[in-house]
């Protein structure tokens, strides 16, 4: 067996804390977090709409997979029942139309993403008529298309349609490598299978493939996360997403699947984190965040990260600037400076309500200008590793970010908060200290590391 060993720069860097990584935190995709999510009135998302301003990214959800996961907490469903299937496409058609006709003239659409579940549940035939629809209702110009992959159910077909549609840019749910962890979460894929998915891609034009790779697996060993972390490096991943796996049953019921007996515990989590930081750093890859990396050849993400030019949002790190995101589809999020909107979750009242022309958010918040100050000041933290405070958040968060800087983690140099090397890990931590909701609220989250 290879010995393994975090790189040197990994190990110097991060120094484990167990004390300040004892309470889960969001991972702040938005701000407010959906946990705060309210009733929402569909005509505050009717206004949002025909008031928009500036230019709109789309993110279409495929709530099935032809298999589910264990570990999964994505909102989604077996698409063994073609009927349904197919009375969700027609509702996601119609909710097409009706959002379309909402939005002021000449709004331009430059970017449309497919998530789920697994777009390539359906048939390619079905995504194509898709992307006929979003080009016939909505101003798209010269849009980026990106979409999350399963390679247990990628055929050539598939491969094909993406190369028609010039489909750029995409990511593969690989999570391990390793035979026994496949086994263990319900995601059971050969090599074979993946390098196969991967050259389909190449030979369909993405120029941007990334691979979601995970952490803290049961029965995971370090020798297991290197060799995976090797494998998608000899693949030539552009993109690599390194999450912990976030055990929480008591959320997520499908987990409770999961024999969670000799799941790595804390401290080896956090070594493995930084192992697989110091493994990717040292072979090329610029870190975007904490989790994320890219090659910097011309990655766009990559070159986001080094100009200090990231965004996050629903779908993670982004180098989109766009100020709004329009979600369609069952228990997608749409994002305005202003206003958090969320469709129905349960995808059978989605489809009456879509079906029968209506708009489907019936979940938000409004963000208010304090709101947006604080959203703004954790992007930034999680974005670029630093962030001006105006005196308010400050004053509020001084005491706070005491153990922080008593241990280097962090620095405050008048006005500017600085997140230190050794302090990466902990940004999600120090993140939440500007979120007053996490005082009040007793919602479980994800540990940071």
């Known amino acids: 067996m290879t010995e393994v060993h975090a790189s040197p720069k990994a190990r110097g860097m991060w120094t484990y804390h167990p004390d300040l990584l004892a309470t889960p935190v969001p991972r702040y995709t938005s701000y407010p977090t959906a946990a705060e999510f309210g009733a929402l009135g569909t005509h505050d998302y009717r206004q949002a709409l025909e008031t928009v301003s500036g230019d709109v990214s789309l ?64 048939a390619p035939s079905d995504f194509m008529h898709l992307v006929e629809a979003l080009a016939t209702r909505f101003d798209l110009t010269d849009p980026v298309y990106s979409i999350e992959l399963d390679p247990r159910t990628m055929t050539r ?8 549609v010039g489909v750029e840019r995409a990511s593969l749910g690989v ?36 691979f979601d790779l995970m952490y803290g697996l049961p029965g995971q060993s370090r020798e297991d996360l290197l060799d995976s972390l090797h494998r998608t490096r000899v693949l030539g991943a552009d993109r690599i997403a ?51 990396f890219a090659l910097p050849g011309g990655d766009p993400l990559a070159h986001a990260a080094l100009s200090g030019q990231l965004r996050r949002n629903f779908q993670g790190f982004t180098e989109d600037d766009a100020p709004n995101l329009v979600g369609l589809g069952a228990s997608a999020i749409s994002l305005f400076p202003h ?21 489907c958010a019936d979940r938000g918040i409004h963000r208010s200008p304090e709101e947006r100050l604080r959203g703004d000041t ?5 974005c670029r590793g630093e962030a001006r405070l105006p005196p308010c958040l400050l004053n509020e968060v001084r005491g706070g970010l005491e153990p922080f800087i008593d241990r280097g983690l962090v620095s405050l140099h008048d006005d500017r908060l600085t997140i230190e090397p050794d302090g990466l890990p902990y940004a999600r931590t120090v993140a939440a200290l500007f979120d007053p909701h996490r005082k009040m609220s007793q919602r479980r989250f994800s540990s940071a590391v």
């Open 175 to 210: 999570q391990t490598f390793a035979a026994h962890c496949q086994q263990r979460i319900g995601r059971v894929q050969s090599e074979d299978l993946i390098v196969r998915t991967t050259d389909w891609l190449r030979e369909a034009g993405v120029s941007s493939l990334n």
């Open 59 to 122: 993110y279409l959800h495929i709530p099935f997979c032809e298999k589910i996961c264990f570990y999964c907490g994505c909102n989604t469903g077996a698409a063994g029942r073609r009927h349904r299937l197919e009375s969700y496409l027609a509702a996601l058609h119609r909710e097409i139309e009706t959002v379309a006709a909402l939005l002021p003239a000449g709004t331009r659409v430059g970017r449309v993403a497919f998530g789920g579940g697994s777009p390539n549940a359906i």
């Open 339 to 359: 206003l958090l909107a969320q469709n129905e979750k349960n995808s059978g009242r989605y489809r009456m309500r879509a079906g029968a022309g209506r708009l």
């Open 378 to 382: 954790i992007e930034a933290l999680l």
């Open 242 to 292: 390194l999450f912990g796996y976030a055990h929480v049953p008591h959320i997520v019921p499908r987990q409770r699947a999961i024999d969670a007996s000799d799941m790595p515990d804390q401290a080896e989590r956090f070594e493995m984190a930084a192992f697989g930081y110091g493994y990717l750093v040292t072979h090329g890859y610029t870190p975007v965040g904490f989790d994320h």
């Open 157 to 164: 077909e598939w491969a094909s349609t993406l190369e028609t």
